[in-house]
């Protein structure tokens, strides 16, 4: 079957799903989206993730009429729309609408993407996997915005030199986040994550956060710098497409053989809250 998707009030087969050249998020990636997937046919924690998508408009001045119980609905009505998915990943669109001067916002635009859940290669979660770093700092880190140029950039490069993601290290040399996941380090069985001030704070992010406490993992947010990278025992990735993703090398460094004991246990609990879900 078809997939069906949401675009302006109205339920579209896929191939008639389109939207004007006038668009905004076409001509000046003037927009933001926020991205999840279900579990059990349930969209994971889609709250938190309508709320981080209407912050990400306020951060970057979209203006909208949307609240959250409106959006929760249109969700679940795309997903009932799609029951030939046994599981789904939902992409939620926001732009900044018809332009006709090419610069100015007018009526944003809604789009709700509903399409089969792609399961990354279980052999890396079971042997880990390379990390590239790059030099870069988003503009409005906090905000999930279209502009994707020199992630999609990155990725291309990753792909050759066989990584699945780039970590995003400052002029500082303050490593902050990847192109689309969270990073996460493990020292002397401490676990280290950058501050949220500088990233997108993913909701995968929040829930890692929330079980090493639950676990008595001892945890902290700090900087996080690239020369540590030497030190690390342990490091991971975190996404609602990766999940947790172990990371055994970074460039050419290595930084163990095989996913470690922490990984693999957060790993194992986050299975179980999925699979709880």
């Known amino acids: 079957m078809e997939n069906v ?139 999930k915005t279209l502009i994707y140029c020199d992630a999609i950039k990155f990725l291309q490069e990753a792909k050759r030199k066989k990584a699945v993601e780039v970590l995003l290290i400052d002029k500082n040399n303050e490593i902050l986040e990847c192109t689309t996941s969270n990073f996460f380090a493990v020292i002397n069985k401490q676990v280290i994550t950058p501050p949220k001030e500088k990233i997108l704070e993913g909701i995968t992010r929040k829930l890692i956060i929330n079980l090493c406490r639950k676990y008595k993992i001892p945890l902290i947010e700090r900087k996080i710098y690239k020369e540590e990278i030497k030190k690390f025992n342990e490091c991971f990735i975190t996404a609602s497409n990766k999940e947790i993703l172990p990371i055994i090398k970074i460039d050419d460094f290595k930084i163990s053989s095989k996913p470690g004991e922490i990984t693999n246990f957060l790993m194992e609990r986050f299975k179980e809250l999925t699979k709880n879900y």
């Open 5 to 143: 998707f949401y675009i302006d009030g109205k339920f579209l087969k896929e191939r008639e799903a389109k939207i004007p050249v006038y668009d905004l998020g076409l001509l000046r990636s003037y927009g933001v989206f926020d991205f999840l997937r279900t579990y059990n046919r349930k969209p994971f924690y889609l709250k938190d993730h309508l709320k981080r998508l209407l912050n990400s408009a306020k951060i970057i001045g979209l203006k909208h009429n949307y609240k959250i119980q409106e959006l929760e609905k249109l969700v679940i009505l795309a997903l009932n729309k799609n029951k030939h998915l046994k599981e789904a990943n939902i992409r939620i669109i926001l732009t900044g609408g018809d332009s006709y001067d090419f610069i100015t916002p007018a009526k944003p635009r809604l789009i709700i993407m509903i399409t089969p859940v792609k399961e990354l290669d279980e052999k890396l979660y079971e042997k880990g996997a390379k990390l590239i770093t790059k030099t870069y700092e988003r503009i409005n880190p906090n905000a």
